[in-house]
């Protein structure tokens, strides 16, 4: 059923004529008379009758009339909510990483219960891999990646990606390793190559930055422990199970030295990720200019994590 057979229904219950009906819309009454012709089809039972020279509804016409208007109406509806400028409104679906939630999104989501209180954010926690599926399978609507310039994320041309914020990260080691304040990620690498190595459990990103500086340093990294969290990351450093990486300025457990990478530098890259065709849905819209905004180089002491390594 056609809403524009619908529209023509409900003209010629307020007009009363074909020939009316046909100015008002700029057609013709053949027109008119043919999309009627195919309504009353569709509906499976007459809408007009004859009415002298002109027709009229019948019962079943003027029913369905009272329906069109209200159909027409939640239409119309739906087309200014969505309509670019629109008042975002309705439910947002956000996947993505611990530390995007709970230092950049968070916070905003706080904000527009108030200013936007009709917009409501359903959060989900993931590492990008499980975000993009959930993305690429219409199971979110936003997904809040990363990868590392070291290890760069193919891009999805099917996907739209809106570049956040950078963040330097070093690398985490036993505060009585036996490594300079001044060197370089190589030097620090090849003083770890005897350790074990702990990378993300549910991301590849760690290990293959791990791996590209090692070779870089002329080994092969022994990797063994796997953690999600960046506090038990430094736990198991602590308790001597091995090296990994953690973003600069993390608050470091006793007994853990966070070893700056420079010469080459390591920087996590974060990312709003949105399919194509969806980015002038104002709830997505106004929630990416929000975080782009927070991840501005001017705002970006103000949106660093304040709990630290819980998660990346």
């Given at each position: 059923?056609?809403?524009?057979?619908?529209?023509?229904?409900?003209?010629?219950?307020?007009?009363?004529?074909?020939?009316?009906?046909?100015?008002?819309?700029?057609?013709?009454?053949?027109?008119?008379?043919?999309?009627?012709?195919?309504?009353?089809?569709?509906?499976?039972?007459?809408?007009?009758?004859?009415?002298?020279?002109?027709v009229?509804?019948?019962?079943?016409?003027?029913?369905?009339?009272?329906?069109?208007?209200?159909?027409?109406?939640?239409?119309?509806?739906?087309?200014?909510?969505?309509?670019?400028?629109?008042?975002?409104?309705?439910?947002?679906?956000?996947?993505?990483?611990?530390?995007?939630?709970?230092?950049?999104?968070?916070?905003?989501?706080?904000?527009?219960?108030?200013?936007?209180?009709?917009?409501?954010?359903?959060v989900?926690?993931h590492?990008?891999?499980?975000?993009?599926?959930?993305?690429?399978?219409d199971?979110?609507?936003?997904a809040?990646?990363?990868?590392?310039?070291?290890?760069?994320?193919?891009?999805?041309?099917a996907?739209?990606?809106?570049?956040?914020?950078?963040?330097?990260?070093?690398?985490?080691?036993?505060?009585d390793?036996?490594?300079?304040?001044?060197?370089?990620?190589?030097?620090?690498?090849?003083?770890?190559?005897?350790?074990?190595?702990?990378?993300?459990?549910?991301?590849?990103?760690?290990?293959?930055?791990?791996?590209?500086?090692?070779?870089?340093?002329?080994?092969?990294?022994?990797?063994?422990?796997?953690?999600?969290?960046?506090?038990?990351?430094?736990?198991?450093?602590?308790?001597?199970?091995?090296?990994?990486?953690?973003?600069?300025?993390?608050?470091?457990?006793?007994?853990?030295?966070?070893?700056?990478?420079?010469?080459?530098h390591?920087?996590?890259?974060?990312?709003?990720?949105?399919?194509?065709?969806?980015?002038?849905?104002?709830?997505?819209?106004?929630?990416?200019?929000?975080?782009?905004?927070?991840?501005?180089?001017e705002?970006?002491?103000a949106?660093?994590?304040?709990?630290?390594?819980?998660?990346?």
């Open positions: 059923m056609e809403t524009r057979r619908l529209r023509l229904l409900v003209e010629l219950s307020r007009l009363g004529s074909m020939r009316a009906v046909a100015d008002s819309v700029n057609t013709t009454t053949s027109t008119v008379s043919q999309q009627l012709t195919v309504l009353a089809r569709e509906m499976g039972t007459a809408l007009t009758e004859p009415d002298g020279r002109r009229r509804l019948t019962p079943a016409g003027r029913r369905l009339a009272e329906h069109a208007e209200v159909i027409l109406a939640a239409v119309d509806t739906a087309r200014l909510d969505l309509a670019p400028g629109a008042e975002p409104n309705g439910t947002l679906r956000v996947s993505g990483f611990a530390t995007a939630i709970r230092a950049h999104l968070l916070p905003l989501v706080t904000d527009l219960s108030t200013s936007h209180p009709r917009l409501h954010v359903l989900r926690e590492e990008p891999a499980e975000a993009l599926a959930l993305l690429t399978a199971e979110t609507d936003l809040l990646t990363y990868d590392y310039d070291l290890a760069p994320a193919a891009p999805d041309p996907l739209h990606v809106t570049a956040l914020w950078t963040a330097p990260w070093g690398l985490g080691i036993p505060a390793a036996d490594v300079p304040d001044t060197a370089d990620s190589l030097e620090v690498f090849a003083r770890m190559r005897a350790r074990d190595w702990v990378v993300n459990s549910r991301n590849t990103a760690d290990e293959t930055v791990i791996r590209t500086l090692a070779s870089m340093a002329g080994f092969t990294p022994r990797i063994t422990h796997q953690a999600d969290s960046l506090d038990l990351v430094q736990g198991m450093i602590t308790a001597g199970l091995g090296v990994g990486l953690l973003p600069i300025g993390t608050p470091t457990f006793p007994g853990v030295r966070l070893m700056p990478l420079r010469d080459p390591l920087e996590l890259r974060a990312y709003a990720v949105a399919r194509h065709g969806r980015l002038a849905w104002p709830p997505l819209a106004l929630i990416t200019d929000l975080l782009t905004r927070r991840g501005a180089p705002n970006r002491s949106a660093r994590d304040p709990h630290g390594s819980d998660g990346r």
